[in-house]
């Protein structure tokens, strides 16, 4: 077999590498069984990625005079002429002269024809009019063959470098332009961000360093009433632990306030520009500039106690005027509820905070007083209706234009229903006095209320007239009579002049009683019922004759509560109902021991029977 004394042309004898591997410009064999040396033309070679139009394929290349891998070339001489020679090593030399382009780190490898061609490692370029493209359009970073020895071949230099390549006939050499690299513009990029890092962090320390000094600067404050100097930001503790301060704690006491140890109360209080803080006032506050902080002993702290929520019933209690010719609910009543502590150290028992206010029921006794002034009285007839009596009087009121209230019985209406719908229909107007005329201080509650209940149902009945007001049998009815009303009647109405008719002391008596120190806002007490009246018919006359030429106005006992102003609405209207959510109490306010049931009775001992 010939030998093959070019060192540059691969062994395609029976040499264990074939043309794909033996081509590889790093670890192809010479023709004398030696491998040639690694040089920068190879390296750059394999740096630069195929073009699109590169040849892949193992297949034979028509471009190119290059044999197919698969030929079998023995015998063949491939020596260069010495032009060729001549014109390769000046390619190696001015390689060497050059720096080899550098891709940057951030730069991702691109994805084309090379990416196959890496593998072989040693393939050339099979068109002379490919372009050389930088590294940094590849996909994949680019692993470099090792050179001769196992050492990392020395990247070529030089950009724009022509290289190398087979074609033109066996041993043929030829050149092809490379793209020069962009290294030049790269390098300034990566110059610009380093100086823009380099200058936010700058930036960021300055910052940093004045937020440090501004939040741990010192600021002035009173502090206990003198001027000094703190960090801004410090704690109460902490102003408490530097200025040296010892305020006295307070101890720690049963929920019915007995000691129960020194010094495990509250360790201070602080005040804030004179405002005591609280628990979490206290732990969120920081120093500020021109805080006045106040640092004073701590205040005793009741022991842990459990807690069972208890309803708070309402009482009944008297209120008002000393005397008055009226007795009205001016407050209902409303249940309450409160804390009953335990305490978990001591067990004792003790009433705590109020959850809801507990609302008493307040009968106020008030003597009616008009507020505009006008001269208003007020005539009252009890026991009717009559069958008789009570049909004159409602003519003579005809007669004078005037109105007036009929305290009316129970069963005298079931009785006379006609009667009492003749009173409503004149204009006046129809109130309870009860329904059997019981003297009600003297009943039980049940009775009580049995004797406000049918009588009210009864008006309403017979009448079509919703109310609450009655007039007491004897005018008894006292603080417990209240208390066992049950919230059934809302007003209670008493007179100011009583005539005495009952006793029949004659027409000139009558009207002396019923005329004597009127005064607006007066209530004068006469009878339809009960008895003979003819001394009330004729009498009755001249009491409006006389009270009239005085300036005074008659009107119904409604009309009279609603010309003073201090009477609530519903009051006035006379049909005033205790609310839903209102308790009525069983209890009277216990005020002192010497003082007793009050009573509304007038001093008129002796009333209507």
């Known amino acids: 077999m010939a030998r093959n004394d070019n060192r540059y042309a691969p062994n395609f004898g029976n040499d264990r590498y074939s043309y794909r591997d033996s081509y590889t410009p790093a670890n192809r064999p010479m023709a004398n069984g030696h491998r040639a040396p690694a040089h920068p033309v190879a390296h750059r070679r394999r740096e630069a990625p195929y073009g699109q139009d590169a040849v892949r394929s193992e297949s034979f290349d028509a471009s190119s005079l290059r044999p197919t891998p698969r030929a079998v070339h023995q015998g063949r001489d491939y020596r260069e002429r010495p032009e060729q020679m001549r014109r390769r ?53 680019v692993r470099r063959p090792l050179a001769r020895g ?23 050499v030829s050149t092809q332009p490379v793209r020069p690299a962009l290294d030049g513009g790269s390098r300034r990029r990566d110059t610009g961000v380093t100086t823009a890092i380099i200058g936010i962090c700058v930036v960021a320390a300055i910052v940093i360093v004045g937020i440090l ?67 979490a006032g206290t732990a969120a506050y920081r ?130 229903p006609d009667l009492a719908k003749k009173i409503v229909d004149q204009g006046s107007e129809v109130m309870s006095h009860t329904y059997q005329h019981q003297q009600l201080s003297k009943l039980d509650a049940s009775a009580l209320q049995s004797e406000f209940s049918n009588a009210f149902s009864m008006i309403k009945e017979k009448t079509g007239v919703d109310t609450t007001a009655f007039r007491p049998p004897y005018g008894d009815f006292k603080e417990s009579t ?28 009558i009207v002396k009683n019923s005329e004597k120190s009127v005064t607006s806002g007066s209530i004068i007490l006469m009878h339809d019922g009960g008895g003979n009246r003819d001394q009330d018919v004729e009498a009755l006359p001249r009491i409006i004759q006389d009270l009239q030429g005085q300036g005074y106005e008659f009107v119904t006992v409604t009309e009279l509560m609603k010309s003073d102003n201090t009477i609530p609405e519903d009051i006035a209207n006379g049909d005033a109902q205790m609310p839903d959510d209102s308790v009525w109490p069983t209890q009277i306010v216990q005020k002192d021991e010497t003082s007793s049931s009050s009573t509304t009775t007038t001093a008129a001992t002796t009333s209507s029977k």
């Open 287 to 416: 120093v500020a500039d021109g805080d006045d902080l106040s640092i004073e002993d701590g205040r005793d702290r009741t022991e842990d106690y459990d807690v069972q929520v208890v309803d708070d019933q309402p009482q009944l209690e008297m209120g008002g005027d000393a005397w008055g010719n009226l007795s009205y609910i001016s407050q209902w009543p409303k249940a309450g509820k409160y804390e009953m502590r335990t305490g978990k150290q001591s067990g004792e028992t003790a009433r705590g905070d109020t959850l809801q206010e507990t609302q008493n029921a307040v009968v106020s006794i008030h003597q009616i007083k008009p507020t505009d002034g006008r001269k208003l009285v007020a005539l009252t007839f009890d026991d009717g209706p009559a069958e008789k009596y009570t049909e004159a009087y409602l003519d003579i009121l005809n007669r004078y234009g005037i109105h007036a209230t009929f305290f009316n019985l129970g069963q005298s209406i079931e009785e006379y």
């Open 482 to 509: 209240w208390l066992n009303s049950g919230g059934l009647a809302s007003v209670s109405v008493l007179w100011n002049q009583d005539s005495l008719d009952w006793k029949r002391p004659g027409v000139d008596v």
């Open 213 to 279: 000094m501004w939040t741990n600067r010192t600021v002035t404050i009173t502090l206990n009433g003198s001027s000094t100097s703190m960090r801004v930001g410090t704690t109460i503790d902490q102003v408490i632990q530097e200025k040296g301060l010892a305020p006295t704690a307070g101890n720690l006491i049963s929920v019915s306030g007995n000691k129960l140890q020194d010094g495990a109360g509250y360790p201070y209080i602080a005040k804030l520009g004179g405002n005591e803080l609280d628990g």
């Open 89 to 141: 090593r000046a390619a190696v030399e001015r390689s060497e002269q050059f720096d080899a382009p550098r891709r940057s780190s951030s730069e991702r490898p691109r994805s084309d024809a090379y990416g196959e061609g890496r593998e072989r490692a040693g393939t050339y370029r099979s068109r002379r009019d490919t372009a050389y493209r930088p590294d940094s359009t590849l996909e994949h970073p």
């Open 150 to 172: 196992g050492s990392k071949p020395r990247s070529p230099r030089g950009a724009g470098l022509p290289l190398p390549q087979m074609g033109g006939g066996l041993g043929g």
